[in-house]
């Protein structure tokens, strides 16, 4: 029986915040499709583990770990010159790292705080897509940007981490015009609620009972009933940069239809 041909094969992507969550299921994705995959992270002991069982389980594809700041631009700068160093080009770059903090009115959220979420969650992307575009447009290359179905939809208590990702999508789009001369594509995945260790983390803030509770919640939030999966989001990545050559400056909400129908809405007045 024919083997079928690998999706990613000798191609290069760099996913940054890649060794947990969302990041590590694409990471997963990419590495099975035959990718040589940079990912980064801060935590060096965590990243070097998952480099190392990722070439034992994924042989077709290659993994390279590499500690990184994102808010620093020589750090990114220096992974950027590392990997075409080290596989000789780039297809693709994923800007995924990124916070959520917890639910905090605006009242409590200092600007010290807001300036330091646009850091993590929107300036780092803004140079690391400066310092990959030289290399994409050699190849005609793609950008994907990790967005959030809040930048469509709002959320309550999150104004800051809502404000970067609405400026993500903005962004996006923008440098998908500006790209388009050079055959590079600029496309944002938004995810909804996907099943990660941020939300299994937020869910087992109490009792059994509230976690139960917390879980049947979010799954009922997707008209499809359940949460999305990490290799869910690793699959529309793949699409993204490998198949959709006729994609560019999109939003693609990976949201399970949470977005969609009537529901109750009115918050509770405050006291």
């Not at 690391?128 to 469509?152: D, E, Q, W, Y």
Request: net charge negative; with cysteine; charged share 20%.
């Amino acid at each position: 029986m024919a083997t079928r041909p690998l999706r990613f094969a000798d191609r290069v992507v760099i996913v940054t915040g890649g060794s947990k969550g969302i990041g590590e299921g694409v990471v997963r994705v990419f590495m099975r499709e035959g990718g040589r995959v940079v990912f980064t992270a801060r935590g060096a002991e965590a990243g070097n583990k998952l480099q190392d069982e990722l070439n034992t389980t994924f042989p077709q594809g290659k993994a390279l770990f590499v500690k990184c700041d994102m808010t620093n631009q020589v750090d990114v700068q220096a992974m950027v010159e590392r990997t075409v160093e080290t596989f000789g080009r780039l297809d693709c770059l994923i800007n995924n790292a990124g916070w959520h903090p917890p639910p905090t009115k605006i009242d409590d959220i200092s600007v010290e705080d807001f300036r330091s979420l646009l850091d993590f969650n929107l300036v780092s992307y803004f140079f690391t897509m400066k310092f990959a575009l030289p290399h994409l447009r050699k190849v005609k290359g793609s950008i994907i940007n990790m967005s959030s179905l809040t930048a469509v939809i709002g959320q309550s208590d999150a104004v800051s981490y809502v404000a970067t990702k609405g400026a993500i999508t903005s962004m996006t789009k923008a440098l998908a015009v500006e790209e388009a001369r050079h055959g590079v594509r600029v496309n944002v995945v938004s995810p909804g609620n996907i099943w990660t260790p941020l939300w299994d983390s937020f869910a087992s803030a109490g009792t059994d009972e509230q976690r139960t509770a917390n879980i049947k919640a979010g799954e009922e939030a997707q008209l499809l009933g359940r949460m999305g999966s990490l290799e869910e989001s690793g699959e529309l990545c793949l699409y993204l940069a490998a198949e959709a050559t006729f994609t560019t400056g999109v939003d693609h909400l990976l949201s399970g239809g949470a977005e969609l129908n009537y529901g109750k809405k009115t918050m509770l007045p405050a006291e």
